[in-house]
């Protein structure tokens, strides 16, 4: 027979050692609510809507030339900035359409446009490999 003094003891081990663990639980449980409430997991809407468009690469050449050509050169071989022919290749649709939209790499300024516009310009983007 055990001692039932003894078995009391191991209950109250065992509720102690639950208490890390939910306390890792809930820590995940924060954070992952914190990265849902930034966005993080959430399609934004602009990016979907582009992403739902059939663009035309002849439209987005010509807002390439207008807006673009100065920096990335005339069909976007490079200048000031990278070449850009296997740039779909190298990069998601998403990730050009934040690198275009958001100008966080000085000296490229930010675009913004309607989304027709943005599945444009990806569509020529897309022709040029
Ligand atoms: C004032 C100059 C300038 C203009 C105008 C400009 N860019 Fe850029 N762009 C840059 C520079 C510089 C970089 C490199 C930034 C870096 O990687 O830090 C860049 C990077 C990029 C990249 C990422 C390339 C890669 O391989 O990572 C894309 C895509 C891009 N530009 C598209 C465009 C498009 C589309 C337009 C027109 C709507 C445009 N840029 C207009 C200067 C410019």
């Known amino acids: 027979m055990e001692d039932p003094s003894s078995s009391a003891v191991n209950q109250e ?6 208490v890390p663990t939910a306390l890792v639980v809930i820590g995940i449980a924060l954070i992952a609510f914190v990265l849902w409430s930034l966005g993080i997991f959430q399609e934004d ?8 468009l059939q663009g035309s690469p ?3 050449e010509r807002l390439f030339r207008v807006n673009c050509v100065g920096c990335h050169g005339i069909s976007a071989k490079g200048l000031l900035g990278p070449d850009l ?7 998601s649709q998403k990730k050009i359409i ?13 675009f913004q446009m309607e989304p027709e516009k943005m599945a444009d310009l990806l ?3 897309d022709s040029l490999n």
Do not use: W
Not at 85 to 91: D, F, G, R, Y
């Open 45 to 52: 809407p602009y990016i979907k809507e582009t992403l739902g």
């Open 98 to 110: 934040n690198q275009v939209m958001q100008g966080r790499t000085p000296p490229m300024p930010s």
């Open 58 to 60: 002849e439209k987005g």
């Open 13 to 18: 081990e065992n509720s102690i050692s639950l």
């Open 123 to 125: 569509a020529y983007l």
């Open 85 to 91: 022919q296997e740039v779909s290749e190298s990069l």
